[in-house]
């Protein structure tokens, strides 16, 4: 086993229930708008270049942080916040990083009106800090519970 292949348990912590909920919602619904991307370039239609770049890259992490997501075990502290204790493996730590990137091109181009999907920046900034969170303990820093920015 390499170095890279060991899973270490990752712990969410604090996380806004509705907003957490939001933001899984999101990832799901560009997940289909990037799959309905691929499939009308698929069958031959004109895609934009850089949606299509975007798709193609998005969809496959979006699917692997997703199992990981929903393998993870989820307790509510009945008032509101989730915590979520799940593992990745240091590995995982650049998918991590490129779904970030990727992420960041599809508000882009959302913006830009080639998208149906809507971007809230309440989400984007829970999964920015998601990203960053899991990215930091993967590389061995202890959980910190998540603290809103407004």
């Not at 712990?11 to 990037?34: K, N, Q, S």
């Not at 998601?130 to 993967?138: A, G, K, P, T, V």
């Given at each position: 086993?390499?170095?890279?292949?060991?899973?270490?348990t990752i712990v969410l912590d604090g996380l806004p229930e509705a907003l957490f909920r939001a933001?899984?919602?999101?990832?799901?619904?560009?997940?289909?708008?990037?799959?309905?991307?691929?499939?009308?370039?698929?069958?031959?239609?004109?895609?934009?270049?850089?949606?299509?770049?975007?798709?193609?890259?998005?969809?496959?992490d979006i699917e692997e942080i997703g199992d990981a997501f929903e393998a993870a075990e989820v307790?509510?502290?009945?008032?509101?916040?989730?915590?979520?204790?799940?593992?990745?493996?240091?590995?995982?730590?650049?998918?991590?990083?490129?779904?970030?990137?990727?992420?960041?091109?599809?508000?882009?181009?959302?913006?830009?009106?080639?998208?149906?999907?809507?971007?809230?920046?309440?989400?984007?900034?829970?999964?920015t800090w998601i990203w960053e969170e899991i990215s930091d303990q993967l590389h061995g820093r202890?959980?910190?519970?998540?603290?809103?920015?407004?």
């Amino acid at each position: 086993m390499r170095p890279d292949d060991r899973a270490r348990t990752i712990v969410l912590d604090g996380l806004p229930e509705a907003l957490f909920r939001a933001a899984v919602g999101y990832l799901d619904d560009a997940r289909r708008e990037c799959q309905l991307v691929l499939v009308s370039h698929g069958q031959g239609h004109r895609t934009e270049a850089d949606l299509g770049r975007v798709a193609n890259g998005l969809v496959p992490d979006i699917e692997e942080i997703g199992d990981a997501f929903e393998a993870a075990e989820v307790t509510s502290d009945g008032a509101g916040s989730l915590r979520l204790t799940g593992s990745l493996t240091i590995g995982q730590a650049a998918t991590i990083e490129d779904l970030q990137v990727q992420l960041v091109h599809l508000r882009i181009l959302a913006r830009r009106g080639d998208l149906l999907l809507d971007s809230d920046p309440e989400i984007a900034a829970l999964l920015t800090w998601i990203w960053e969170e899991i990215s930091d303990q993967l590389h061995g820093r202890a959980p910190r519970p998540y603290r809103s920015v407004g």
